[in-house]
């Protein structure tokens, strides 16, 4: 991990917002965060592509709730629910947030957790702020470093669920 200053004395320039089914924070929320610290804010909805293809093996099935009724998974089914999820989170997002006033992006990748996010890091140099799925945005963070981030540690990170202050 990194040393250097405290992680919430870094000025946050991008918010890189991770939403998962079923883990997902309250993106007015996080929305709320991004305008306060002025930061561009990257909604990242996070289709794990691990989940997807158990979705489709023969023998994959859900137990419902309250019924607790055996029933087969229907891939499809689940894909119409991960957009239908996805695009209540982009105008979640969009409700909170004035296009013109503040730069936010929003996104759905078709990955593993740490593949989305280390992609959406890659594309800026500033200082982020990470929130995986399901992370509360004033929750206490951990600093680390982008070159010193392994993939490994990513994963980890992420299991983790902490927010994560990561410099360039």
């Given at each position: 991990m990194a040393s250097g200053p405290p992680p919430?004395?870094?000025?946050i320039r991008?918010?890189?917002?991770c939403f998962a089914p079923?883990?997902?924070?309250?993106p007015e929320s996080v929305a709320r965060l991004a305008r306060q610290a002025q930061a561009e804010l990257v909604g990242l909805f996070i289709e794990d592509d691990e989940l997807l293809r158990f979705a489709?093996?023969?023998f994959a099935a859900e137990v419902g709730f309250p019924s607790a009724a055996r029933?087969?998974?229907d891939p499809a089914g689940m894909e119409r629910a991960l957009r239908a999820q996805a695009n209540a989170l982009r105008h979640a997002l969009a409700a909170v947030l004035d296009p013109v006033a503040h730069a936010w992006s929003f996104r759905v990748a078709r990955a593993s957790p740490a593949s989305a996010v280390q992609a959406a890091l890659a594309e800026g140099l500033a200082p982020s702020l990470l929130l995986p799925p399901g992370v509360d945005p004033r929750a206490q963070r951990r600093l680390v470093r982008r070159p010193e981030l392994t993939a490994q540690e990513l994963r980890a990170l992420l299991a983790a669920a902490s927010a994560i202050v990561v410099l360039p």
């Amino acid at each position: 991990m990194a040393s250097g200053p405290p992680p919430d004395q870094v000025a946050i320039r991008r918010i890189i917002a991770c939403f998962a089914p079923g883990r997902a924070v309250a993106p007015e929320s996080v929305a709320r965060l991004a305008r306060q610290a002025q930061a561009e804010l990257v909604g990242l909805f996070i289709e794990d592509d691990e989940l997807l293809r158990f979705a489709a093996l023969p023998f994959a099935a859900e137990v419902g709730f309250p019924s607790a009724a055996r029933r087969a998974v229907d891939p499809a089914g689940m894909e119409r629910a991960l957009r239908a999820q996805a695009n209540a989170l982009r105008h979640a997002l969009a409700a909170v947030l004035d296009p013109v006033a503040h730069a936010w992006s929003f996104r759905v990748a078709r990955a593993s957790p740490a593949s989305a996010v280390q992609a959406a890091l890659a594309e800026g140099l500033a200082p982020s702020l990470l929130l995986p799925p399901g992370v509360d945005p004033r929750a206490q963070r951990r600093l680390v470093r982008r070159p010193e981030l392994t993939a490994q540690e990513l994963r980890a990170l992420l299991a983790a669920a902490s927010a994560i202050v990561v410099l360039p």
